[in-house]
């Protein structure tokens, strides 16, 4: 992967456009649609956006353009070390995680380095047995509902949708069970972004060194076993920020997209037989979660390896891409809905953006463990607690605030208080 040139070695930055719109505000979680519509109108598929502190960058919106972009690797690299823009970018720029930095992980790597780790990842992720990961979601949903089942109110995201995803990936990578609530913690803390953030990131390294020893020393039925089984040479950092990698790309995304799901749910009355056990409107819900509510709206990026046009804009070596996955899924030119009011056009329609696309896309079986544990999630949650209903007015109902995550803060709910079936959590 191309590493950072010497500022001394680097060239001039590029400037941002006086045009740029902010990528940032309050539009981009509550009427994140009607803005990317303007910016399709005002800008069309391609527009030129401004990051904190001034970073200039482009925004794709247009579903081909994204399908242009994520389909050529060769021209669009996932190689953050292209990036013109490094000598304008301080060390505490608080959208340097999410951006990332050269690091040997399957994440931050292009090309046929990115191969190498992918080879090692996805057949890895390819063993891991669906039906009896479905059981195992099964459990956990069941304990933690039990935790707030009798109180007849429970606040969703932090008792249910946040830990779950969490959890289940604990089991899969092989942590014993008594260590899948730190694992927990850890996770959300770094969600949440607070003050503690920086001390959980470091924690989140050493659970994962920690675990990587253990299967060194002792092999099991679980995902690290089966990355160590690989032949191909891989130091002990490059499987620590793997696994690093897998966890927090299926944690809070999968957290959200179930919080999506019940919020669609529990305010749109299409869905309203689900709440009597209707298993099929489930999957319903989820995909058009996929399609319209996606918890990734923007990722972070792509860097152009040359000079060259895309849509109608001149796009300079090494500027920065970012995907802006629900804005292409929104696009007009790809779909339509119905205009009576009933089912959306795309119903059962998976050519969405959610995933992202080509070489750098979610793994095909990373997004199948996210699927299964986010249905079984909502199963077993409506199953317990069929008279499920919002606590607060919908509109009432809070955001992240970002432009790049879409989910739900809170998602306060009540309902009829029912016996815990095992032990608690």
């Not at 409506?382 to 109902?397: C, G, I």
């Amino acid at each position: 992967m191309t590493t950072p040139a010497p500022s001394s070695a680097r060239s001039c930055p590029v400037h941002a456009d006086p045009a740029a719109v902010a990528l940032s505000g309050p539009r981009f979680h509550t009427d994140p649609h009607q803005l990317y519509h303007e910016m399709r109108r005002e800008h069309g598929p391609v527009v030129a956006v401004e990051l904190p502190g001034g970073v200039p960058a482009w925004l794709v919106i247009g579903y081909r353009e994204m399908h242009q972009v994520t389909s050529d690797p060769e021209l669009f690299p996932r190689d953050v070390g292209l990036w013109n823009q490094w000598p304008n970018i301080p060390a505490d720029w608080p959208l340097l995680p999410m951006v990332g930095q050269p690091m040997p992980s399957i994440y931050f790597t292009a090309g046929a380095e990115h191969r190498r780790h992918l080879a090692m990842v996805e057949p890895a992720l390819e063993t891991v047995d669906t039906f009896a990961l479905r059981r195992t979601c099964e459990e956990l949903a069941d304990r933690l509902i039990d935790a707030f089942c009798g109180r007849g109110e429970a606040e969703l995201v932090a008792d249910f949708a946040e830990p779950l995803p969490v959890l289940s990936l604990a089991r899969i990578l092989g942590f014993p069970d008594a260590d899948g609530p730190r694992l927990a913690w850890t996770m959300k803390t770094l969600a949440d972004g607070g003050a503690d953030a920086q001390a959980a990131h470091l924690q989140f390294a050493e659970q994962m060194q920690h675990l990587l020893a253990a299967k060194q020393a002792e092999r099991g039925a679980d995902l690290v076993s089966r990355m160590l089984e690989h032949p191909g040479p891989f130091t002990d950092q490059e499987y620590v920020l793997d696994l690093m990698a897998i966890t927090a790309a299926g944690h809070l995304p999968t957290a959200d997209w179930i919080g999506n799901s019940v919020r669609l749910m529990l305010t749109d009355d299409r869905f309203a037989a689900a709440l009597g056990g209707g298993r099929h409107s489930v999957g319903q819900a989820m995909n058009e979660v996929l399609w319209e509510d996606t918890p990734t709206q923007i990722l972070a990026g792509r860097w152009a390896a040359r000079d060259t046009r895309l849509g109608d804009k001149v796009i300079r070596s090494g500027d920065m891409l970012l995907l802006g996955l629900a804005a292409a899924n929104a696009d007009p030119h790809v779909r339509q809905h119905v205009s009576d009011g009933a089912e959306p056009a795309h119903a059962g329609n998976s050519a969405h953006f959610a995933f992202s696309y080509g070489e750098y896309r979610c793994p095909f079986p990373a997004q199948q463990i996210a699927e299964v544990i986010a249905r079984t999630g909502i199963e077993v949650l409506l199953d317990r607690l069929p008279d499920l209903d919002l606590a607060v007015p919908a509109q009432n109902l809070a955001r992240r605030p970002s432009a790049f995550l879409r989910g739900m803060t809170s998602l306060p709910v009540r309902f009829t208080p029912v016996r815990a079936i095992g032990g608690t959590p």
